[in-house]
T-cell receptor, first 113, second 111 residues
Framework: GENVEQHPSTLSVQEGDSAVIKCTYS??????FPWYKQELGKRPQLIID?????GEKKDQRIAVTLNKTAKHFSLHITETQPEDSAVYFC????????????FGGGTRLMVKP | DGGITQSPKYLFRKEGQNVTLSCEQN?????MYWYRQDPGQGLRLIYY???????QKGDIAEGYSVSREKKESFPLTVTSAQKNPTAFYLC??????????FGNGTRLTVT
């Protein structure tokens, strides 16, 4: 099955700096890559996603890039703000059934004011 | 997301007891899922269902059971066979091929 590795597990940045979180996946047939943000004690919420037919997608301060050849994708947050502090999860859908998502282990992002 | 309701928010049980977690959605989604989240860790898939009266095991199904008698409902039973049941349980739903929408979760503590 699919295996998703996420790095780093924790990331601390100064407010205004950029943050980058990287994920690798194992199933070359995976075609859907969402990113979720989970604030403390709350549900994960989708912040951006990308499908395998594009290499980059941007939404305001958030962007995701995908390299299918290398089987990795990354989340980029620019001009970070304290409210960006949360745990971020990447995920990939494998080829075996529907849109079954396999999640990475998460990255705890801390934005220091 | 108000479309997915998990109850209760907190649940306490004694070891050896079965317990059922509720998940209801009014988004008309075909697919529903149960994930387990342990402190500082990612989400692991327990069971999923893509259609009424059918469900499949996820990566960590041992000690759990589910039913999908109605499209809107996908209850999860944590049985006494689950060796380490204390965790945060998240239910999700999706349209087939669409993104997951999560409920607020149930925090289960077994002592």
């Amino acid at each position: 099955g699919e295996n998703v590795e996420q790095h780093p597990s924790t990331l601390s940045v100064q407010e205004g700096d950029s943050a980058v979180i990287k994920c690798t996946y194992s199933d070359s047939a995976s075609n859907y890559f969402p990113w979720y943000k989970q604030e403390l004690g709350k549900r994960p919420q989708l912040i951006i996603d990308i499908r395998s037919n594009v290499g980059e997608k941007k939404d305001q301060r958030i962007a995701v890039t995908l390299n299918k050849t290398a089987k990795h994708f990354s989340l980029h947050i620019t001009e970070t703000q304290p409210e960006d502090s949360a745990v971020y999860f990447c995920a990939a859908s494998g080829s075996d059934a529907g849109n079954m998502l396999t999640f990475g282990g998460g990255t705890r992002l801390m934005v220091k004011p | 997301d108000g479309g997915i309701t998990q109850s209760p928010k907190y649940l306490f049980r004694k070891e050896g007891q079965n317990v059922t977690l509720s998940c209801e959605q009014n988004l008309n989604h075909d697919a529903m899922y149960w994930y387990r989240q342990d402190p500082g860790q990612g989400l692991r898939l327990i069971y999923y269902s893509q259609i009424v009266n059918d469900f499949q095991k996820g990566d960590i199904a041992e000690g759990y059971s589910v039913s999908r008698e109605k499209k809107e409902s996908f209850p999860l039973t944590v049985t006494s066979a689950q060796k380490n049941p204390t965790a945060f349980y998240l239910c999700a739903s999706s349209a087939l091929g669409g993104p997951l929408h999560f409920g607020n979760g149930t925090r289960l503590t077994v002592t």
